[in-house]
């Protein structure tokens, strides 16, 4: 027996926001080994001319390289996740070191708000009860979040009409 009444309820709506990221792993090593090779050929050029302090130069380029990356990936873990019900709004921020922080809203009293620039698109998109806003969906872009903030303005519409019941 659920022990929380919102698993009771049916789930308008439910999203999980993660950061993009382009370098898949084969990505990564193709990437790695291409500058890598093409760094450690050079480092080989210039030591042969004598110029033996930049051979350790390059390599410590292709270090930096692979530590950025890697801390860009472990950055990637980090996500949100919004889930509507007709009587929970439920925002959950997780960040990448596994740090959770957890909003429950009444979906009637929330308000959708979304700062716009003309030339870009929506810029920040953000929660709005009483005088407290609540900033979501940074990890998408301006025509992602058109999208996301149609989808969830619908399922706060929805939650607002309130539960619907067919005759059988």
Known sequence: ???????????????????????????????????????????????MMGAWPVFGFFG?????LYGAIKLNNRYARAFEEVIVTPSVLT?????HRGQIREWQL???????????????????LFLVMRDKQLTIANYLGPHEREGFADALGRALAEAKR?????AI
């Open 1 to 47: 027996m659920p022990d929380n009444h919102t698993e009771l309820e049916p789930t308008i709506f439910s999203a999980t926001i993660t950061p993009h990221r382009s370098l898949n792993s084969t990505g990564f090593l193709i990437l790695m080994v291409a500058f890598g090779g093409v760094s450690f050929i050079t480092g080989i050029a210039f030591l």
């Open 162 to 166: 309130g539960p619907v019941r067919t």
């Open 91 to 95: 925002v959950r921020k997780v960040s």
């Open 60 to 64: 410590l380029d292709v270090a930096l």
């Open 106 to 124: 009444n979906p009637l009293w929330v308000r959708l708000d979304k700062e716009t620039i003309e030339d870009f698109g929506i810029a920040r």
